[in-house]
């Protein structure tokens, strides 16, 4: 008999939580290079993008009519006070009562009620990601069955990882760390360079030297390369047998990616930035602007992550999830996502961040060899002991 979908949200709660004693996202990475920092943030020099200077996180929790619960998480690591105020100033009071026939159709209605006033990304879709995510687990804890299993007949039950990010501070200590890796049966390893390819391949050819049984490099510039930069740094780091290269245009140039995707060299892969299937469906038109496709499910959650894979799919473009900053609930709900994704890739795995809730959140999930075993537990495989987070609570 298939597992049940339709549910009723008689509760929705947040909470803000702030690791403030632990190192920040980038640990001692280019330390002392001329960021520049505030109380919360931090701008790493080559990059535009901001980080926050120590994890901060939001989680969503639901409450059932049955009374089961769940957890959810976005990828919303600048600001996650915003998206706790959406949810239980506004969307709870849309949702509590109301009856869904599945969780899609709870993301739905959530993103057409906001359609018209252009609320098409950022925090309003960060809020519905944590929110379908936390549907998600309720109902598989409520089935007695993994997300994965609930999604497809035949999840993948091995999902190989590899390390995102070689956060220390020397090239020598970073190949030390990459070793350590290798030596627990990691196969592959992602590296965060800026957009200037010379300096990019020296680092490249120094970790490869110093690690040479690592089977996969990929490189991700974080969006920060101009069009014949891009080209050249293609072009060599597929000489170098790089697996992908990652976000190497600004994020909104469909055209430039469309030329780079042509271009000799590695494969492009790129996604983090859409939430929604609408936002993906241009860049599945030819010329094909990009190889492999990343969604981020703290961003899109599960439901139109589904949809995103098919449509990527039917492109010919394979899947794997990106995995950005969360801690548990997030990274167990990309595991999830992964076991129904492109078994070609090996997934994307944030080292340390799982395990910043220490003892307050038990997850199933379990990393050796390489991989992790998709649990027999129910739901996406992680629970929250609410009484051991009381000290990385900013608010509720």
């Given at each position: 008999?298939?597992?049940?979908?339709?549910?009723?949200?008689?509760?929705?709660?947040?909470?803000?939580?702030?690791?403030?004693?632990?190192?920040?996202?980038?640990?001692?990475?280019?330390?002392?290079?001329?960021?520049?920092?505030?109380?919360?943030?931090?701008?790493?020099?080559?990059?535009?993008?901001?980080?926050?200077?120590?994890?901060?996180?939001?989680?969503l929790k639901v409450t059932l009519a049955d009374g089961?619960?769940?957890?959810?998480?976005?990828?919303?690591?600048?600001?996650?006070?915003?998206?706790?105020?959406?949810?239980?100033?506004?969307?709870?009071?849309?949702?509590?009562?109301?009856?869904?026939?599945?969780?899609?159709?709870?993301?739905?209605?959530?993103?057409?009620?906001?359609?018209?006033?252009?609320?098409?990304?950022?925090?309003?879709?960060?809020?519905?990601?944590?929110?379908?995510?936390?549907?998600?687990?309720?109902?598989?804890?409520?089935?007695?069955?993994?997300?994965?299993?609930?999604?497809?007949?035949?999840?993948?039950?091995?999902?190989?990882?590899?390390?995102?990010?070689?956060?220390?501070?020397?090239?020598?200590?970073?190949?030390?760390?990459?070793?350590?890796?290798?030596?627990?049966?990691?196969?592959?390893?992602?590296?965060?360079?800026?957009?200037?390819?010379?300096?990019?391949?020296?680092?490249?050819?120094?970790?490869?030297?110093?690690?040479?049984?690592?089977?996969?490099?990929?490189?991700?510039?974080?969006?920060?390369?101009?069009?014949?930069?891009?080209?050249?740094?293609?072009?060599?780091?597929?000489?170098?047998?790089?697996?992908?290269?990652?976000?190497?245009?600004?994020?909104?140039?469909?055209?430039?990616?469309?030329?780079?995707?042509?271009?000799?060299?590695?494969?492009?892969?790129?996604?983090?930035?859409?939430?929604?299937?609408?936002?993906?469906?241009?860049?599945?038109?030819?010329?094909?602007?990009?190889?492999?496709?990343?969604?981020?499910?703290?961003?899109?959650?599960?439901?139109?992550?589904?949809?995103?894979?098919?449509?990527?799919?039917?492109?010919?473009?394979?899947?794997?999830?990106?995995?950005?900053?969360?801690?548990?609930?997030?990274?167990?709900?990309?595991?999830?996502?992964?076991?129904?994704?492109?078994?070609?890739?090996?997934?994307?795995?944030?080292?340390?961040?799982?395990?910043?809730?220490?003892?307050?959140?038990?997850?199933?999930?379990?990393?050796?060899?390489?991989?992790?075993?998709?649990?027999?537990?129910p739901g996406i495989g992680a629970d929250i002991d609410?009484?051991?987070?009381?000290?990385?609570?900013?608010?509720?």
């Amino acid at each position: 008999m298939p597992a049940r979908t339709d549910f009723a949200i008689t509760r929705l709660e947040s909470l803000h939580l702030a690791f403030k004693n632990s190192a920040s996202y980038w640990e001692g990475y280019r330390a002392d290079e001329g960021d520049v920092l505030t109380e919360r943030f931090e701008f790493k020099r080559g990059w535009q993008t901001v980080y926050a200077r120590y994890v901060e996180s939001p989680l969503l929790k639901v409450t059932l009519a049955d009374g089961t619960t769940g957890w959810g998480e976005a990828n919303c690591g600048i600001g996650p006070e915003v998206l706790c105020a959406i949810a239980d100033n506004i969307i709870a009071q849309m949702v509590t009562g109301r009856e869904f026939g599945n969780p899609a159709a709870l993301w739905d209605f959530l993103y057409d009620s906001q359609r018209g006033r252009g609320y098409s990304s950022g925090y309003w879709l960060d809020a519905l990601a944590a929110l379908d995510i936390a549907v998600w687990d309720a109902l598989g804890r409520r089935e007695g069955l993994p997300v994965a299993a609930m999604i497809s007949d035949s999840p993948r039950t091995e999902i190989p990882v590899y390390l995102s990010g070689v956060r220390r501070n020397t090239l020598e200590e970073r190949v030390e760390h990459v070793n350590q890796w290798r030596e627990s049966g990691l196969r592959g390893a992602k590296i965060f360079l800026t957009g200037d390819w010379k300096a990019g391949l020296a680092e490249l050819d120094g970790l490869q030297r110093g690690a040479p049984e690592l089977e996969q490099w990929m490189v991700d510039t974080l969006w920060m390369c101009d069009a014949d930069g891009a080209a050249i740094a293609k072009e060599r780091y597929g000489s170098r047998g790089v697996r992908f290269f990652e976000c190497p245009l600004q994020p909104e140039d469909l055209a430039g990616h469309q030329r780079l995707a042509a271009l000799p060299g590695a494969p492009i892969a790129l996604g983090e930035h859409f939430r929604t299937r609408y936002q993906l469906e241009p860049w599945l038109a030819q010329p094909q602007p990009l190889d492999i496709y990343q969604p981020d499910i703290g961003r899109t959650g599960i439901s139109d992550f589904i949809k995103q894979r098919d449509m990527a799919g039917k492109a010919g473009i394979p899947t794997t999830p990106h995995m950005g900053t969360g801690v548990s609930i997030f990274q167990a709900a990309t595991l999830q996502c992964a076991a129904v994704s492109s078994p070609e890739f090996l997934q994307e795995f944030q080292g340390g961040l799982s395990e910043k809730l220490g003892d307050a959140s038990d997850t199933a999930w379990r990393y050796s060899g390489g991989a992790f075993r998709l649990p027999d537990r129910p739901g996406i495989g992680a629970d929250i002991d609410e009484d051991g987070i009381e000290p990385f609570i900013v608010r509720r």
